[in-house]
């Protein structure tokens, strides 16, 4: 449900993010799971799904996926504003913005570690 109420140029953004975060550069795989929800394997077959997720669930791996790629990219690992405009071609209040707008639709008060 949440997916779906986000635009084109939002679920763009997304993608890549989790592109990003399935290169596996950013979490070393011996943490991935630990921190994601999602072991690194697993993560890059549902990348390769992609838009094509259900996260209608809280507690679907989808769900998991978005939410704790987000925070760790905004907030765990911290992206530099330079760093997230080079690699996903958008700004950090973006990222942000699509972060919050899809905690919103989810009926989330706030996004944060799940």
């Not at 779906?4 to 070393?28: C, V, Y």
Request: proline content about 3%.
């Amino acid at each position: 449900m949440a997916l779906t109420t986000l635009n084109p140029k939002d679920i763009a953004l997304l993608g890549r993010a989790l592109e990003l975060m399935a290169r596996g550069d950013i979490i070393q795989e011996f943490e991935f799971g630990a921190r994601i929800g999602v072991e690194l394997p697993e993560f890059r077959k549902m990348v390769a799904r992609w838009p094509a997720w259900d996260d209608v669930d809280d507690r679907s791996a989808e769900c998991f996926a978005i939410n704790n790629t987000l925070n760790e990219l905004l907030h765990g690992v911290g992206l530099t504003e330079r760093q997230c405009t080079e690699m996903l071609k958008a700004g950090k209040e973006e990222l942000l913005g699509v972060y919050r707008t899809w905690g919103a639709a989810r009926g989330w008060s706030a996004t944060g570690v799940r």
